[in-house]
């Protein structure tokens, strides 16, 4: 891993992007819809997906949509490592207008609103603040949505629209005291530095609770898997919310805005919300459900190394291995099943990086009669919450985090 001394000289440096004359950035400037107005399908299922390379910094990519970039980590990447590589990482975004180069000397982050000492801080005095590094898994709300049955609108990924990083970066915490937040703030608000390309369009902006923005958790990323941010994934900075949803991870910050009320802005009090109800979990049409905006990542496990349809040799000891997190607290417990989930046995679990982040577990199993069979794995976080037999449900088709199933044969 790199020093942050070595990251910052790098990020003293003006930052072009060349790469961006090709197929992918060039494009970005202009105008297209919000992914929200739109229903992709999965064309032959999530095997069966377009995948690119034309995206600057990023290696080969599922393309979801090339205008906002939406880019998905192909599923096999996350067999070969707990860190998700950064030319790997999955890219989303809800507007086309995105710089395609950020002047790191003249970029400042300002802070402002209810605080007695507004900052516009350069990139040189943010990093003279203490540094913080901790794994984190940055997972989009609408991960898996295009499992979702009965089928909803968005963006249809499938389950590589997650990732897991080492950040480094300072802690909001620090940003906020040095502007000194004054009594009767309730939220603090994110943006950055992209913006709608049609007049209409509501900023993408975010917020978190005061109290929440103060934790000492919240940070302000400069540099993931120990090198500065890939352009997509939100350089100079981005905040990272460990334990919540990606659509707080605002990319590419330069505005954070202390209010002294809720906001009410189209992407807190519109989009991004979900029943009150454990793993966000609705009966379609059901009515009188209370939302929320989106919150805590709920805790997921996978296989990573047996693809559905494989085949498994009858009487051969099989290994089968994966990533699990806990979501918003750590993994307790791996189990998994060779028999659709009538017996289950606990996994053993690789080494742990830090509870926010991704887990290995691997098990061994022989199977013994020939014919189909399903593997199952299930993640008990270290609050106890398990993940769900049957898929949860909401028409946003958000937090999908059921038991994944493998159908194999044995042969
Ligand atoms: N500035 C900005 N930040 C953003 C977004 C955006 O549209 N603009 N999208 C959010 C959402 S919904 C997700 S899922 C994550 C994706 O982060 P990544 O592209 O680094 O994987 O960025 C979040 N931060
Ligand atoms: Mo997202």
Same mark, same amino acid.
């Given at each position: 891993m790199r020093s942050t001394s070595s990251i910052a000289d790098a990020l003293s440096r003006r930052v072009l992007l060349r790469q961006a004359g090709a197929a992918g950035l060039a494009t970005l400037a202009m105008p297209a819809w919000a992914e929200t107005m739109v229903s992709l399908p999965l064309p032959g299922g999530p095997d069966d997906r377009p995948i690119t390379t034309a995206f600057p910094q990023k290696g080969a990519m599922v393309l979801q949509r090339a205008r906002p970039p939406m880019l998905e980590t192909p599923f096999e990447v996350f067999d070969q490592g707990v860190f998700t590589p950064?030319?790997?990482?999955?890219?989303?975004?809800?507007?086309?207008?995105?710089?395609?180069?950020?002047?790191?000397?003249?970029?400042?982050?300002?802070?402002?609103?209810?605080?007695?000492?507004?900052?516009?801080?350069?990139?040189?005095?943010?990093?003279?603040?203490?540094?913080?590094?901790?794994?984190?898994?940055? *997972?989009?709300?609408?991960?898996?949505?295009?499992?979702?049955?009965?089928?909803?609108?968005?963006? *249809?990924?499938?389950?590589?629209?997650?990732?897991?990083?080492?950040?480094?970066?300072?802690?909001?915490?620090?940003?906020?005291?040095?502007?000194?937040?004054?009594?009767?703030?309730?939220?603090?608000?994110?943006?950055?530095?992209?913006?709608?390309?049609?007049?209409?369009?509501?900023?993408?902006?975010?917020?978190?609770a005061v109290?929440?923005?103060?934790?000492?958790?919240?940070?302000?990323?400069?540099?993931?898997?120990?090198?500065?941010?890939?352009?997509?994934?939100?350089?100079?900075?981005?905040?990272?919310?460990?334990?919540?949803?990606?659509?707080?991870?605002?990319?590419?910050?330069?505005?954070? *805005?202390?209010?002294d009320s809720l906001d009410t802005n189209f992407w807190m009090k519109t989009a991004y919300l979900i029943p009150d109800t454990p793993h966000a979990d609705m009966k379609p049409g059901q009515t009188g459900v209370n939302l929320v905006p989106i919150n805590r990542l709920n805790p997921r496990s996978f296989i990573t190394n047996v693809k559905a349809g494989a085949t498994l040799l009858a009487g051969k000891p099989a290994a089968v291995r994966g990533i699990a997190f806990g979501g918003d607290t750590g993994v307790k417990q791996v189990d998994f099943s060779a028999d659709g989930g009538n017996s289950w046995h606990a996994a053993r679990l690789g080494k742990d990086e830090g509870k926010y982040?991704?887990?290995?577990?691997?098990?061994?199993?022989?199977?013994?009669?020939?014919?189909?069979?399903?593997?199952?794995?299930?993640?008990?976080?270290?609050?106890?919450?398990?993940?769900?037999?049957?898929?949860?449900?909401?028409?946003?088709?958000?937090?999908?985090?059921?038991? *994944?199933?493998?159908?194999?044969?044995?042969?």
């Open positions: 950064n030319d790997r990482f999955f890219v989303r975004w809800h507007w086309s207008v995105i710089p395609t180069n950020v002047d790191v000397d003249s970029f400042r982050l300002a802070v402002h609103g209810h605080v007695d000492k507004p900052l516009s801080l350069s990139l040189k005095e943010l990093m003279a603040l203490p540094h913080i590094e901790y794994a984190a898994v940055d *997972e989009c709300s609408g991960n898996s949505r295009g499992f979702f049955q009965p089928r909803v609108p968005g963006g *249809e990924w499938g389950n590589g629209g997650m990732g897991n990083a080492r950040w480094t970066g300072v802690r909001l915490k620090d940003v906020l005291d040095r502007a000194g937040v004054k009594p009767g703030a309730v939220q603090v608000r994110f943006s950055g530095l992209d913006n709608a390309p049609v007049a209409d369009g509501p900023k993408f902006i975010k917020s978190l109290d929440h923005a103060r934790d000492g958790e919240v940070m302000i990323a400069f540099a993931m898997n120990g090198q500065q941010l890939p352009l997509l994934n939100g350089f100079p900075l981005r905040l990272v919310v460990p334990g919540w949803y990606a659509t707080y991870w605002m990319k590419m910050l330069n505005d954070i *805005e202390v209010l982040g991704f887990r290995r577990w691997e098990s061994r199993f022989t199977p013994k009669t020939k014919g189909n069979a399903v593997l199952m794995v299930r993640c008990t976080n270290s609050n106890g919450d398990v993940q769900p037999a049957a898929a949860n449900w909401n028409p946003s088709g958000f937090m999908r985090n059921v038991i *994944e199933s493998t159908p194999v044969t044995v042969a």
